[in-house]
T-cell receptor
Framework: NAGVTQTPKFQVLKTGQSMTLQCAQDMNHNSMYWYRQDPGMGLRLIYYSASEGTTDKGEVPNGYNVSRLNKREFSLRLESAAPSQTSVYFC????????????FGDGTRLSIL | QQPVQSPQAVILREGEDAVINCSSSKALYSVHWYRQKHGEAPVFLMILLKGGEQKGHEKISASFNEKKQQSSLYLTASQLSYSGTYFCGTDGGATNKLIFGTGTLLAVQP
């Protein structure tokens, strides 16, 4: 019963490098989300996808791109990493109704030097 | 637009009660509550919907005042396992696109 799986769990990058964070869910959910979590800031939505083939910006989309590859997978790409993007990144999935919970992956801890 | 949570932190002894508040400046359709332990993913606790419907764990109670755009989470007879950071997430449009508050750190001591 995997739920939401994120890879990698940890990553260190140098400024300017690119990287893709992977997320997959096996709960047949329509909606998927990417959040970043910084100390004292809570969870902030980067991008979300309400269904396969659609994506939309969240609160803090600058510097990121996403791809909803299929219903199961939603990836987050940093094209040119910056130290300000050092954070813990969480992927979540859920049904596209406000009366349904979101299920979170274990997170990716990303450091950019 | 980010909802405001209060208090920012609270320390309890086992068996004591606590209330965590979440307040939004926008009209709300639903409020979600999650708990996160250090180094782990957030875990769903409860959803409160406009109109009074609730969904969540039996041992946790919460309220949602639609007119005041506020929600409160009630933790009674606290246990050590209740320790963690509690987040509210608000949805203004029934889309399940949540805006989370900055969290309330709860520490329960023996």
């Amino acid at each position: 019963n995997a739920g939401v799986t994120q890879t990698p769990k940890f990553q260190v990058l140098k400024t300017g490098q690119s990287m893709t964070l992977q997320c997959a869910q096996d709960m047949n959910h329509n909606s998927m989300y990417w959040y970043r979590q910084d100390p004292g800031m809570g969870l902030r939505l980067i991008y979300y996808s309400a269904s396969e083939g659609t994506t939309d910006k969240g609160e803090v989309p600058n510097g990121y791109n996403v791809s909803r590859l299929n219903k199961r997978e939603f990836s987050l790409r940093l094209e040119s990493a910056a130290p300000s993007q050092t954070s813990v990144y969480f992927c979540a999935s859920g049904r596209t109704y406000s009366n349904q919970p979101q299920h979170f992956g274990d997170g990716t801890r990303l450091s950019i030097l | 637009q980010q909802p405001v949570q209060s208090p920012q932190a609270v320390i309890l002894r086992e068996g004591e009660d606590a209330v965590i508040n979440c307040s939004s400046s926008k009209a709300l359709y639903s409020v979600h509550w999650y708990r996160q332990k250090h180094g782990e993913a957030p875990v769903f606790l409860m959803i409160l919907l406009k109109g009074g419907e609730q969904k969540g764990h039996e041992k946790i109670s919460a309220s949602f005042n639609e007119k005041k755009q506020q929600s409160s989470l009630y933790l009674t007879a606290s246990q050590l396992s209740y320790s963690g950071t509690y987040f509210c997430g608000t949805d203004g449009g029934a889309t399940n696109k949540l805006i989370f508050g900055t969290g309330t750190l709860l520490a329960v001591q023996p």
